[in-house]
Nanobody, 110 residues
Framework: QLQFAESGGRLVQAGESLRLTCAAS?????IDWSRQVPGGAREWVGS???????NYPESVKGRFTISRDIAKNTMYLQMNSLKPEDTAVYYC???????WGQGTQVTVSS
């Protein structure tokens, strides 16, 4: 089964941008991103399907963009205009299989 490894999370100031990287262990052309805060439920952040179509919840629409490099089995989450409420551990994976990487911490300070 596929495995995922997220990277790129760090501490940033509100309003800054950050790009997260998701490396898959095998060929993949669609991905889900999610995030979670301690004690909270997993929150869907966006998806990119096999046709290259993306979908996002209203909370991040217009600020977050998912892209892919199929040749490298790598997906990206570009996050702009970050807000303190975006602070969470971010995961990439497959929502339908509840399969995720180890996550990467994003902290946005005000």
């Amino acid at each position: 089964q596929l495995q995922f490894a997220e990277s790129g999370g760090r501490l940033v100031q509100a309003g800054e941008s950050l790009r997260l990287t998701c490396a898959a262990s095998g060929r993949i052309n669609e991905i889900d991103w999610s995030r979670q805060v301690p004690g909270g439920a997993r929150e869907w952040v966006g998806s990119l399907n096999s046709r290259g179509i993306t979908n996002y919840p209203e909370s991040v629409k217009g600020r977050f963009t998912i892209s892919r490099d199929i040749a490298k089995n790598t997906m990206y989450l570009q996050m702009n205009s970050l807000k303190p409420e975006d602070t969470a551990v971010y995961y990439c994976g497959q929502w339908g299989y509840d399969r995720w990487g180890q996550g990467t911490q994003v902290t946005v300070s005000s």
